[in-house]
T-cell receptor
């Protein structure tokens, strides 16, 4: 079956430009996570959705970052007025279960590599 | 703090040898520990996980051990093959609210190179 897909796979933006990154989770998955992965580092949590509800956005680095999942399936991560420090791989993951710790298997997408010039 | 420490950062082994990667965590409430393999240009893929009610889990050439008292867990790969070459990440959950929402804290990764 289809896994998690993300688009675009690569994005080059000029500093100050707005970007939108899309995540298509596995169909029927309740939980959706966004992560930021800097070069040579592990993924860092950005935000979490359970269905359409954004339950945790504590990892978003600034108010320039905004995420939504209006119908509980596809999610979009938007970055306004991009800065060079936003350059990273943005990973999306989904999970069939809800928030119960200890019962999670997260399935990651291939990521979107964002380069801000 | 909420760090998950992972060692070593790089590891080179001869094909057929074993590889061991270790992680320590700080949140005593953590009870689920996944390991991910990330190949170049791809997202992390779950390879094995362990829950806190067991001390060891095996899946063919891969095993994970957990010591809850010491708060560390390890990935063991036996009979390594060139296709095992990748970056490996451990992770541990950290509860962030009284309602039980949590986030995963990832280690900084181990770049494993299996030499043919």
């Amino acid at each position: 079956g289809a896994g998690v897909s993300q688009s675009p796979r690569y994005k080059v933006a000029k500093r100050g430009q707005d970007v939108a990154l899309r995540c298509d989770p596995i169909s029927g998955h309740v939980s959706l996570f966004w992560y930021q992965q800097a070069l040579g580092q592990g993924p860092e949590f950005l935000t979490y959705f359970q269905n359409e509800a954004q339950l945790d956005k504590s990892g978003l680095p600034s108010d320039r970052f905004f995420a939504e999942r209006p119908e509980g399936s596809v999610s979009t991560l938007k970055i306004q007025r991009t800065q060079q420090e936003d350059s990273a791989v943005y990973l999306c993951a989904s999970s069939p279960q809800g928030i119960l710790m200890g019962k999670e298997t997260q399935y990651f997408g291939p990521g979107t590599r964002l380069l801000v010039l | 703090g909420e760090n998950v420490e992972q060692h070593p950062s790089t590891l080179s082994v001869q094909e057929g040898d074993s590889a061991v990667i270790k992680c320590t965590y700080s949140d005593s409430a953590s009870n689920y520990f996944p390991w991910y393999k990330q190949e170049l240009g791809k997202g992390p893929q779950l390879i094995i996980d362990i829950r806190s009610n067991v001390g060891e889990k095996k899946d063919q050439r891969i095993a994970v051990t957990l010591n809850k008292t010491a708060k560390h867990f390890s990935l063991h790969i036996t009979e390594t093959q060139p296709e095992d070459s990748a970056v490996y990440f451990c992770a541990a959950p950290r509860v962030v609210s009284t309602s039980g929402t949590y986030k995963y804290i990832f280690g900084t990764g181990t770049r494993l190179k299996v030499l043919a």
